[in-house]
């Protein structure tokens, strides 16, 4: 099987690629969606639950938290990607 540059992979069909999906795109965006709904549903029960069990907050689309062990994989990816200059600003 040849090897093939993942950008490549990436680029549609009529440009020569395999018209795959970026998944890192994709993965950001929907990070970002969810730090947006955390930021916007101050009654939602889901973002209640999230604050009582991390008890983070959000100030002006930064999040505030210290890492705990038990903090699921998607709660952390939440966090990491509202720190990211580029969707934090």
Same mark, same amino acid.
């Given at each position: 099987?040849?090897?093939?540059?993942?950008?490549?992979?990436?680029?549609?069909?009529?440009?020569?690629?395999?018209?795959?999906?970026?998944?890192?795109?994709?993965? #950001?965006?929907?990070?970002?969606?969810?730090?947006?709904?955390?930021?916007?549903?101050?009654?939602?029960?889901?973002?209640?639950?999230?604050?009582?069990?991390?008890?983070?907050?959000?100030?002006?689309?930064?999040?505030?938290?210290?890492? #705990?062990?038990?903090?699921?994989?998607?709660?952390?990816?939440?966090?990491?990607?509202?720190?990211?200059?580029?969707?934090?600003?």
């Amino acid at each position: 099987m040849a090897r093939i540059r993942w950008d490549t992979v990436c680029k549609s069909k009529v440009k020569g690629g395999a018209g795959m999906a970026n998944l890192s795109v994709k993965n #950001k965006a929907l990070l970002a969606k969810w730090s947006w709904r955390f930021a916007t549903e101050k009654e939602a029960l889901w973002r209640k639950v999230v604050l009582a069990k991390y008890g983070s907050n959000v100030q002006r689309w930064r999040f505030k938290t210290t890492y #705990k062990k038990n903090m699921s994989a998607v709660w952390r990816g939440i966090v990491e990607n509202a720190k990211d200059e580029k969707v934090s600003k």
